[in-house]
C-alpha cells in the first residue's frame, strides 16, 4: 500500500510567523512531488512542485525534500491570514497519491 | 477559458437511485481524472482517462462507470447510489506532459453529494 502521511492538524501559527508543513511517502520509486492548497468548500490548486532533493523557493514558500528520508515539506515564511487552508501533500510515481491534508489556521 | 467545470455543485440521492456527474474542460487537455474527498481521508482516484475511448480503474472504482467519448467531457455515472458514495467529487485534468512527469492537475469546483 502506497501511503503519504501527513499531520491533520490544526497547526495554528500567529501573523508574521513560519508555518512548517510535513510529509512522509512510504514509496521509493516516487520521483514527483506537490503541494496543494484547499480552502475551504473550494477545490485544490497547486502551490509548489519539487522533483529533486534540496529545497525549492517561490516567493514565501519554501518545498523540501529528501529522498532517503522519504519526506518532503512546506515551509511558509511570514505567514497571512489568507493562507489559511487545508494543504495537501501529493507524491507520484506511476500514480499521484494524496495526503489527509494538515488544516493550518493563522491567527491575526 | 473555463477550465475544469462540474454539474451539479450539490446533489441528494436516495439510495438506489443513479445520477451522472458531469465534468467537461477547455485546456484541450488528454487526461482526466474523477477523485473523492472523504472528510480527514484525502483524494482517492476512482477512475482516470488518457484519451477519448480510453478509461481505466484508479483506486476505489467500485459502484462507479465512466466513458470518455470526447476529448472535452468525462462523466461520471453512479447506478445505485449508497450511503457509502457519499463525498465530495471533484473531476480533474493534466495536460500530457503535465501527467507523464506525474504533474499538475487542474480540479474543477466539485460536487457534494449526499445519499440518504
Known amino acids: 500500500q502506497k501511503e503519504v502521511e501527513q499531520n491533520s492538524g490544526p497547526l495554528s501559527v500567529p501573523e508574521g510567523a513560519i508555518a512548517s508543513l510535513n510529509c512522509t511517502y512510504s514509496?521509493?520509486?516516487?520521483?514527483?512531488f506537490f503541494w496543494y492548497r484547499q480552502y475551504s468548500g473550494k477545490s485544490p490548486e497547486l502551490i509548489m512542485s519539487i522533483y529533486s532533493n534540496g529545497d525549492k523557493e517561490d516567493g514565501r514558500f519554501t518545498a523540501q525534500l529528501n529522498k532517503a528520508s522519504q519526506y518532503v515539506s512546506l515551509l511558509i515564511r511570514d505567514s497571512q491570514p489568507s493562507d489559511s487552508a487545508t494543504y495537501l501533500c501529493a507524491v507520484s510515481f506511476n500514480d499521484m497519491r494524496f495526503g489527509a491534508g494538515t488544516r493550518l489556521t493563522v491567527k491575526p | 477559458n473555463a477550465g475544469v467545470t462540474q454539474t451539479p455543485k450539490f446533489r441528494i440521492l436516495k439510495i438506489g437511485q443513479s445520477m451522472t456527474l458531469q465534468c467537461t474542460q477547455d485546456?484541450?487537455?488528454?487526461?482526466m481524472y474523477w477523485y473523492r474527498q472523504d472528510p480527514g481521508m484525502g483524494l482517492k482516484l476512482i477512475y482516470y482517462?488518457?484519451?477519448?475511448?480510453?478509461?481505466d480503474k484508479g483506486e476505489v472504482p467500485n459502484g462507479y462507470n465512466v466513458s470518455r467519448s470526447t476529448t472535452e467531457d468525462f462523466p461520471l455515472r453512479l447506478e445505485l447510489a449508497a450511503p457509502s458514495q457519499t463525498s465530495v467529487y471533484f473531476c480533474?485534468?493534466?495536460?500530457?506532459?503535465?501527467?507523464?512527469?506525474?504533474?499538475?492537475?487542474?480540479f474543477g469546483p466539485g460536487t457534494r453529494l449526499t445519499v440518504l
Open positions: 480533474a485534468s493534466s495536460s500530457s506532459r503535465a501527467a507523464l512527469a506525474g504533474g499538475n492537475r487542474f
Open positions: 485546456m484541450n487537455h488528454n487526461y
Open positions: 514509496d521509493r520509486g516516487s520521483q514527483s
Open positions: 482517462s488518457v484519451g477519448a475511448g480510453i478509461t
